[in-house]
Structure formats: structure tokens, C-alpha cells
Nanobody, 120 residues
């Protein structure tokens, strides 16, 4: 079930930047720990970045120093700023996380994905 909406993907040249956004449906009351995953051509789905409810972040080694995950709880949104993009970053990026539909009622939510293509 799609409960998150990603946006911001597109085609960029190597070295370029993109900012991905993820917004929860209106039916979601709040977001907790959130992640960005990606599925590249010929690759399995991997966890790219995560951010806890308290703001602690982590990244897969291949994007450290280039990507930044952030959140805006008032907007129930999560962002992924991607700089110095490389062709190997090409993938469909998915937002995922633990969300609340009510008081202490949680669901694991996913978006449909947004395509990021890095090519000359």
C-alpha cells in the first residue's frame, strides 16, 4: 500500500545535484524513523540513508559526504539532498519508514519511487 509520495527525481549530469522529497499522505498523523532506499539497474534494493525521530542520521558508505537526509515533522516530510552525483547513483529511489496512523498505531510505509538518472 502506497502511503508516501516521492518527488524530485530526474536526469542530471555527473557531478550534478538533486533534492528528493517524501511526503506522507494526509491519513498519516506523523512520521517516525525514516529511510531512503534505492534500486539500481542490476542491483538489489539497498538502504541509502536513514534518519531517526530524534534526528540521528546514517548513510551507506558509497554516499557519505555527498548525500544528506533531513526531516520536517511539521510537514511530515523527509528529504534527500544529493550532491556530486555519479552514474552509479542511477536508481529508483524509495522513501520508507515507520509512521503513525493514530496514537501508538504504527505502520511501515512505502512510496512508489522516483527515478534518478545520472548520465552525460
Amino acid at each position: 500500500q502506497v502511503q508516501l509520495v516521492e518527488s524530485g527525481g530526474g536526469l542530471v549530469q555527473p557531478g550534478g545535484s538533486l533534492r528528493l522529497s517524501c511526503a506522507a499522505f494526509a491519513t498519516i498523523s506523523s512520521i517516525n524513523d525514516m529511510n531512503w532506499y534505492r534500486q539500481g539497474p542490476g542491483k538489489g534494493r539497498e538502504l541509502v540513508a536513514g534518519i531517526t525521530k530524534s534526528g540521528i542520521t546514517n548513510y551507506v558508505d558509497s554516499v557519505k559526504g555527498r548525500f544528506t537526509i533531513s526531516r520536517d515533522d511539521a510537514k511530515k516530510s523527509v528529504y534527500l539532498q544529493m550532491n556530486s552525483l555519479k552514474p552509479e547513483d542511477t536508481a529508483v529511489y524509495y522513501c520508507n519508514g515507520n509512521v503513525e496512523t493514530g496514537f501508538h498505531e504504527y505502520l511501515v510505509a512505502w512510496g512508489q519511487g522516483t527515478l534518478v538518472s545520472v548520465s552525460s
